[in-house]
């Protein structure tokens, strides 16, 4: 099995930052992508920001130059800094990650999720 601990959620005024954490332990031969997904009170589970094996990074249009998505390889952690905060990011933050297991298979585990609440 694989677990992941999220870490750095919490209560922002609008235009303030928060850095996301998540690590990932346990069963873990190699890792595909780590994904960030936050999801509203109401709303569907939208992909926030991702970064494959390779490197390549993807984000949602409305974060986009204000989130920065990044991996620690070593560590097998990927980080979420926020700046510019908005209320509409208030939302739970899931961390996702796609990794093969050590014995060789492809799975997929998520996070229990860190709540984020922009507001004055």
């Known amino acids: 099995q694989v677990q992941l601990v999220e870490s750095g959620g919490g209560l922002v005024q609008p235009g303030g930052s928060l850095r996301l954490s998540c690590a990932a332990s346990g069963s873990i031969f190699s890792i595909y992508a780590m994904t960030w997904y936050r999801q509203a009170p109401g709303k569907q589970r939208d992909l926030v920001a991702t970064?494959?094996?390779?490197?390549?990074?993807n984000y949602l249009d409305s974060v986009k130059g204000r989130f920065t998505i990044a991996r620690d390889i070593a560590k097998n952690t990927v980080n979420l800094q926020m700046n510019n905060l908005k209320p509409e990011d208030t939302a739970v933050y899931y961390c996702?990650?796609?990794?093969?297991?050590?014995?060789?298979?492809?799975?997929?585990?998520w996070g229990l999720g860190t709540q984020v609440t922009v507001s004055s």
């Open positions: 970064i494959s094996r390779d490197g390549s990074l």
């Open positions: 996702n990650v796609e990794v093969r297991t050590t014995d060789l298979v492809r799975r997929e585990f």
